[in-house]
């Protein structure tokens, strides 16, 4: 099980908390936006093997969302970020 | 070969002496090169050979043959998928199943044991209904079971109604059932190192040579490898080459776990499938009880997942089958799946000429082998998709015409 860095309530066990894959993905302009465009915002995800970028809803305690980096190998969590604020480096 | 039967056997005969070349260089220049030497690939390998007589093919494992999801998967073959297109390209799988020891010459231990997908809700019971309904108007075998058939069918199953989700009924197709995974590897690789296929482990893609929009070739381990055409068959690392090669998939990799407890009678003879309460179970030939569930959360690479998704899968095999309360566990692992947004695969062209990918099968592409590299030698062969695999096309994310499995497949595939 994870143990989740929650930037409002610490770390907290994977169980308290509900994924929301990647993060940073906006809204194309819809009035010109052409269907490869929302293709890509509908379906689109980064998928690396490594650092990721991504959501978590602690839905069991403070029920916020946070952005967080995590590597997809090693399951190991950078830092987090609130949504809308400047993303932290990619972790090397 | 040792025995032949369809019955289920106690004991499995001696695994075989080497049955393909063990080529450690790879030549300079084939036909076509297949990346990914698991079921899926090396399915697409022997039917290049067989069924379009392509055989200067090179098929390259960046581990050990068949040691991804093929070695990590639960075996569960069925077609009683709910749209046309996934009922189209599953029961042609299932139809080459039937056929495909004999055809390979090679024993796979495929047992037709029957599949049972469980209701235990009244919309879950009209999904299902839904579901019968349109496997009979597609000719797929499909029956509707009241609860004390089920039991009758499966005997250990507990249909007590008061439980937190009782038995309400259950759709059953007599024709689905399991195989034995590296059997059915090993006898594609045999047949496809026959005619010639070979067969090169522990060469890993590192790039693609693409000009003009072109592939040309990959980039190696072990050097470059020219090729006419290049197949992508890497199931959760599908992602990976394709960014390689310079474009996106809609595709997610997710952790997938499994597991097999110690060694039991037989006390279970058909597969059970609920994806209300997240838990799938067969009996292995040998005697394990398999069992499987939905995927962990979150994207990885790394083979594992959470304990507690093992606890919430082992809690509703409880709830359904009590004798297995003081079964021992011993053994868990986890395999990288390839999640696509409607639950379908993806076979066919890529932004890149002569690139074709075969990707997605997500949770459930064991039943698949077969018509997977069926669908997607033709594809490579012809540079046109099969119209089986056509409706399974990359674009149809930008056009929209999706085949939402979801519904159909619940969480257990």
């Known amino acids: 099980m994870l143990h989740i860095p929650c930037p409002y309530c610490g770390p907290r066990d994977e169980t308290e908390f509900h994924y929301g894959a990647g993060a940073n993905i906006f809204y194309p302009e819809p009035s010109s936006a052409t269907d490869e465009e929302w293709s890509k915002f509908v379906f689109i995800r980064e998928n690396p093997k490594g650092w990721h970028a991504e959501r978590w809803v602690h839905s069991a305690g403070c029920r916020r969302w946070f952005n967080v980096w995590r590597n997809t190998i090693t399951h190991e969590f950078g830092p987090t970020y609130k949504p809308f604020t400047e993303q932290p480096k990619r972790p090397a | ?413």
């Open chain 2, 1 to 413: 070969m040792a025995t032949t039967t369809r019955r289920r056997t106690v004991e499995l005969p001696e695994h075989p002496d080497f049955l393909w070349t063990a080529r450690v260089t790879p030549k300079k220049v084939y036909d076509v090169i297949i990346i990914g030497g698991g079921g899926h690939g090396l399915s697409t390998a022997y039917y290049l050979a067989k069924n379009h007589g392509i055989t200067n093919i090179a098929v390259l494992e960046k581990g050990w043959l068949a040691g991804g999801n093929m070695a990590r998967n639960t075996t569960v073959i069925r077609s009683n998928y709910l749209w046309d297109e996934s009922a189209g390209i599953y029961e042609h799988s299932l139809k080459l199943w039937e056929n495909l020891e004999e055809e390979v010459g090679y024993e796979m231990f495929f047992s037709q044991r029957g599949v049972m997908s469980l209701a235990h809700s009244v919309s879950d019971l009209r999904a299902k209904a839904r579901n019968y309904h349109a496997n009979k108007i597609n000719d797929i075998d499909s029956e509707w079971l009241t609860p004390e058939q089920v039991k009758e069918i499966a005997p250990i199953v507990n249909i007590n109604p008061d439980v937190r989700y009782p038995v309400l009924g259950a759709t059953y197709q007599p024709r689905g059932g399991i195989a034995k995974h590296d059997w059915v590897a090993w006898g594609y690789a045999k047949a496809a190192a026959d005619m010639g296929v070979d067969i090169i482990q522990g060469c890993e893609v590192t790039g693609f040579d693409i000009r003009d929009g072109k592939v040309h070739g990959v980039k190696t381990n072990l050097g470059p490898i020219a090729a006419q055409k290049v197949g992508m068959v890497a199931a959760g690392h599908s992602s990976v080459l394709a960014n390689l090669a310079g474009f996106d998939i809609p595709i997610q990799s997710r952790p997938l776990q499994a597991l097999v407890s110690e060694l039991l009678e037989q006390v279970h003879n058909t597969v059970i499938m609920s994806g209300m309460v997240h838990v799938y179970v067969s009996q292995a030939h040998k005697g394990e009880l398999v069992m499987g569930a939905g995927t962990d959360a979150f994207n990885s690479y790394a083979q594992r997942g959470g304990f507690h998704v093992i606890e919430h899968q082992l809690a509703a095999a409880i709830e359904l089958f009590p004798i297995f309360e003081r079964a021992h566990l011993l053994r868990t692992w986890g395999g990288i799946v390839d999640i696509s947004p409607d639950a379908s695969p993806i076979i066919g062209h890529t932004p890149v000429d002569n690139l074709f990918i075969n990707t997605g099968w997500g949770t459930g592409g064991f039943k698949a082998t077969p018509a997977s590299g069926w669908t997607m030698a033709h594809t490579i062969a012809t540079g046109e998709p099969h119209e089986l695999n056509a409706p399974f096309s990359l674009d149809r994310f930008v056009t929209g015409h999706l085949i939402d499995e979801h519904g159909a497949a619940g969480v257990a595939h």
